[in-house]
Structure formats: C-alpha cells, structure tokens
C-alpha cells in the first residue's frame, strides 16, 4: 500500500510559477512510475506528465516546455514544477504512483487556480 500526499496548491496569477510536491509512504517508492494528473470542473482527468524509475520523463501536449516533473528518491517526493501558468491550466493536481505490476495508488489532490 502507498499512500500520497500533494502540497503546494495556491491561487497563482496568469504567467505565474507553483511548484506541486507529493510525498509518497513505503520503501519501493524508488521503482515506482510516478506522475501527475489533473481534471478540470466538468471535465476527465488528464494525464499531465509522468517520470519513470530510470529517470525518463514524459508530458502531455499542454506541459511540454512549461512543466518539468523530478523525483528525489532519497526524500520519497515527487514534484512537478510548472512555470509560465494559464487560466486552462486551472484544475485538481492528482499525484499518482504505478508499480510495476500495474496496481495504480493516487493522492486527494490539490487545487491549482490560475487567475487574475
């Protein structure tokens, strides 16, 4: 069992930087794939960016060259670093983490508002 906590959530102005971070529980966070999804009011939650147990990285459509996800497998963390902010970029952040035998664990969530 994993259990995942995001913080960093906050209203942030158009063209604005937040940095999200979720904590993850247990000793395999390390082999774990570990990503990012979000969904807007109404709408399906969206894949945002992932990053694997090597290291390799992959974003969707939207976050590509705004949004940077890392892990730091000594603090169990992951974040997503998002710079350049849009209004559309407003939604729940969900942190989630795969194991290698495909069983899938999320967080609450966290509120990202981009607004003026």
């Known amino acids: 069992q994993v259990q995942l906590v995001e913080s960093g959530g906050d209203l942030v102005q158009p063209g604005g930087s937040l940095r999200l971070s979720c904590a993850a529980s247990?000793?395999?966070?390390?082999?774990?794939?570990m990503g990012w999804y979000r969904q807007a009011p109404g709408k399906q939650r969206d894949f945002v960016a992932a990053?694997?147990?090597?290291?390799?990285?992959t974003y969707a459509d939207p976050a590509k060259g705004r949004f940077t996800i890392s892990r730091d497998n000594a603090k169990n963390t992951v974040y997503l670093q998002m710079n350049s902010l849009r209004p559309e970029d407003t939604a729940i952040y969900y942190c989630?983490?795969?194991?290698?035998?495909?069983?899938?664990?999320w967080g609450q969530g966290i509120q990202v508002t981009v607004s003026s």
């Open positions: 989630n983490a795969r194991s290698p035998t495909l069983q899938n664990y």
């Open positions: 247990g000793s395999s966070f390390k082999i774990y794939r």
């Open positions: 990053i694997g147990s090597t290291g390799s990285t």
